[in-house]
């Protein structure tokens, strides 16, 4: 039997190895997530690796395919995300508050600063 395109694109021991790393990613940055959460905070930055050890495929090949999964994962999840990709890292900022919603956090916050003494009142 003769080599074919489709056993060459339907390679299982690839999908494995993306897979692996997808849910390692995913389930750090779940992590990540809850943890900003908990801590009052209404976005992360998740930091992923540039280099993948996938058989038989290309680096830029395996970043595609795990960004993009990522990225899936992320915008199915109604986050909001923006990628950065630099030299040797890159980085998910991931958001779970909506651009109104943050306008409306700002504006809270500045109408008490401008109503908000810095002195201590005298008491009578």
Known sequence: M??????????????????????????RADSEIKIAHEQGKHNVIITVPIMFQIPYMAVRDSQRIIYYKILQSLLSREFDVKISIRDNICLFDVTWISKEEKHEIDLQNALLAKYTKTEEPELK
């Open 2 to 27: 003769s080599l074919t395109a489709s056993v060459l694109k339907n390679n299982d021991i690839q999908k494995k190895a993306i897979m692996k790393e997808v849910n390692t990613i995913i389930s």
